[in-house]
Nanobody, 119 residues
Framework: QVQLVESGGGLVQPGGSLRLSCAASGFTFSSYWMHWVRQAPGKGLEWVSVINTGSGDTTYYADSVKGRFTISRDDAKATVYLQMNSLRSDDTAVYYC???????????WGQGTQVTVSA
């Protein structure tokens, strides 16, 4: 069955960096776009970023993270990453990776990893 396991979250000071990982199994990872989505306390889901298949040379970002976050993938390891730099308090959220069903739709989600940005 499809499994997505996020890791790398934690507590970081404003301006700091974290790299999230999402290890995938149970499907042909290289054939699917992969997304990151987040949910801040008391708020709804916010889409963060997506990466295409193959070389991963096509990526998209929400305006709120553009220029600070970088998505990447390693098909050999069946893992998608989210490098987060210049973190701000409003980046505090549970971060989920999700498998795309057809590029922009998502059908499987991980359990999430907590990112807290605080001094």
């Amino acid at each position: 069955q499809v499994q997505l396991v996020e890791s790398g979250g934690g507590l970081v000071q404003p301006g700091g960096s974290l790299r999230l990982s999402c290890a995938a199994s149970g499907f042909t990872f290289s054939s699917y776009w992969m997304h990151w989505v987040r949910q801040a306390p008391g708020k709804g889901l916010e889409w963060v970023s997506v990466i295409n298949t193959g070389s991963g040379d096509t990526t998209y970002y929400a305006d709120s993270v553009k220029g600070r976050f970088t998505i990447s993938r390693d098909d050999a390891k069946a893992t998608v990453y989210l490098q987060m730099n210049s973190l701000r308090s409003d980046d505090t959220a549970v971060y989920y990776c999700a498998k795309a069903f057809s590029s922009w739709s998502m059908d499987y989600w991980g359990q999430g990893t907590q990112v807290t940005v605080s001094a």
